[in-house]
């Protein structure tokens, strides 16, 4: 193969390709138009940079443990504890993938059932409710389960149990719909308030979460983020969590990644500070989809507890996901994993970089993790518009609010951008660098389409030429990095 080769035009005779091709012709047989958009999304996957800051290209390996009979089993409960029979192989699956967690994370415990983020959250809010207020209730009632009260003691638990607290960071802010906002279920369950940014700064403000923390009293305190460019000092936020009696529970959905690499240590560390962690398993680990809570240093007590999110908040467990989120913990303890993890930060600094000396306003001035926040209303544009303008021009990025944002949550006046997925194509400072120059050059072309009422705040216009050439410029940077070269053409 020539060094100009694209290895992805080349035939392969890798395990991986074969077993796609094979793959699809069964699933051809079926129901072709399911083979077709297989197809049609490693296509559109592969002719994109990926830029959103919550996805990721898993290893085949952690695809491929996904398609296997493990989908087909039932296996309520816990290993050893199962309500179904015939679990031996699922026990074995959960307790490798719950040991590769906690030796990978350092944390004492780890619950690997949970479907997805906001199931891992329900676990880790209804351990600390029946830590916090169940129990502590039924010892009271002389009562060791709930179905031994009374309906009138039962009313009464509930009640409490619907009646605590819990403060997190603003939407606005970059927290996350999951910590206790009203459209979520988290905002039914708790009275929430949030903490922001520093209005001069946009950076966390420790002094303004402290205040309302002492004011509030809550029974939790939610850290953690997913449009927050900042590292969090989770030693600081487990002090105001101890001043006040609370739970400091951090999800690290977004960058689970950089703590398993050992980007986050210390003070930044969450299992080192917090009482109760959660996480999603893709994202910047780079699993499958999936969810996952672990304890803290400290947080022991509560693990009998998540031990329980069946059947308290979850049904049968996805053992084939389970399966393959012991196949991305394994890959996590890999020496080159610290690099990677490394690369993305390095990779969020040069895009933010990039942009800056292009114009770009970022929100907190800069990154040190893996995302970027921009503010584009300094292109003209809506978030929306960026969004779309550079959809159109080969870059797949999504809107997101700024702290104070002036076209609120659906329009917005941002974007974020990520750099996990170009991370893992192996891109590197320069290649950021280019990705920057196209970014700017397609938002200081857009400009917004003319409404009834004025400019519109969703519709944009631009040339297509502009178009064209970040499309054409994208592809050069996707063909000498591409995704997935081992499984060539399918």
């Known amino acids: 193969m020539t060094d100009s080769a694209n290895p992805l035009e080349i035939e392969q005779d890798t395990p991986e390709a074969q077993s796609y091709r094979s793959a699809l012709e069964v699933i051809s047989g079926v129901e072709p138009r399911i083979a077709d958009a297989i197809r049609s999304e490693i296509n559109d996957q592969r002719n994109y940079l990926k830029l959103i800051a919550s996805e990721n290209y898993a290893s085949p390996a952690v695809l491929l443990t996904m398609g296997t009979w493990f989908s087909d089993k039932y296996a309520e409960g816990t290993v050893g504890h199962r309500f179904y029979a015939g679990c031996q192989n699922v026990d074995t ?33 209804w351990a600390m409710l029946a830590a916090k207020v169940e129990t502590p209730f039924l010892a009271e009632q002389g009562e060791k389960h709930v179905n031994g009260l009374s ?172 399966a393959a989120k012991a196949v991305a913990f394994a890959e996590a303890k890999l020496p080159t994993f610290a690099g990677y993890a490394q690369r993305i930060v390095d990779n969020a600094a040069a895009l933010g970089e990039g942009l800056k000396k292009r114009g770009a306003r970022l929100v907190t001035d800069g990154t040190d993790n893996h995302l970027v926040l921009v503010d584009v209303t300094s292109f003209g544009v809506t978030g929306r518009q960026a969004e779309s303008a550079l959809n159109d021009s080969g870059v797949i990025v999504n809107r997101n609010s700024i702290p104070g944002d002036p076209n609120g949550a659906w329009y917005t006046s941002g974007v974020r951008l990520g750099t996990p997925a170009l991370t893992t194509l192996g891109m590197g400072a320069a290649d950021m660098d280019e990705v920057a120059d196209i970014i700017c050059d397609v938002l200081s072309h857009a400009e917004p389409a003319q409404a ?20 054409q410029r994208s592809a050069e940077l996707l063909t000498a990095n591409p995704l997935y070269p081992t499984v060539g053409k399918i």
């Not at 590769?100 to 880790?124: K, M, R, T």
């Not at 009422?453 to 297509?464: E, F, I, Q, R």
Request: one cysteine or more; glycine letters at 12%.
């Open 452 to 471: 009834k009422n004025g400019p519109s705040k969703a519709k944009y216009l631009m040339g297509d030429d502009v178009s064209d050439r970040c499309r």
């Open 93 to 125: 699956v959960e307790q490798l993938a719950s040991d590769l967690a906690c030796e990978v994370f350092g944390a004492p415990y780890a619950y690997v059932q949970p479907h997805s983020g906001i199931d891992a959250n329900l676990v880790a809010f």
């Open 151 to 322: 309906e009138t003691d039962w009313d009464t638990l509930r009640n409490k149990l619907g009646n605590q607290r819990m403060i997190g960071m603003a939407l606005d802010a970059g927290g996350h719909l999951t910590h206790g906002f009203r459209p979520n279920i988290s905002g039914k369950m708790f009275a929430q308030r949030s903490y922001g940014v520093d209005d001069t700064t946009e950076m966390l403000d420790y002094d303004n979460v402290r205040a309302l923390a002492k004011e509030f009293k809550p029974m939790v305190l939610t850290a953690g983020y997913s449009a927050y460019p900042r590292k969090v000092n989770f030693a600081k936020m487990r002090e105001i969590a101890d001043e006040v009696g609370a739970y400091l529970m951090i999800d690290m959905a977004h960058f689970a990644g950089l703590v398993a690499g050992g980007v986050f240590t210390g003070d930044y560390d969450p299992i080192a500070n917090g009482h109760i962690v959660t996480t999603t398993t893709h994202k910047s680990l780079r699993g499958p989809r999936g969810g996952m809570v672990m304890t803290g240093r400290d947080g022991g007590d509560l693990a009998e507890y998540i031990d329980k999110g069946c059947p308290m908040v979850l049904g049968g467990p996805m053992a084939h996901v389970m």
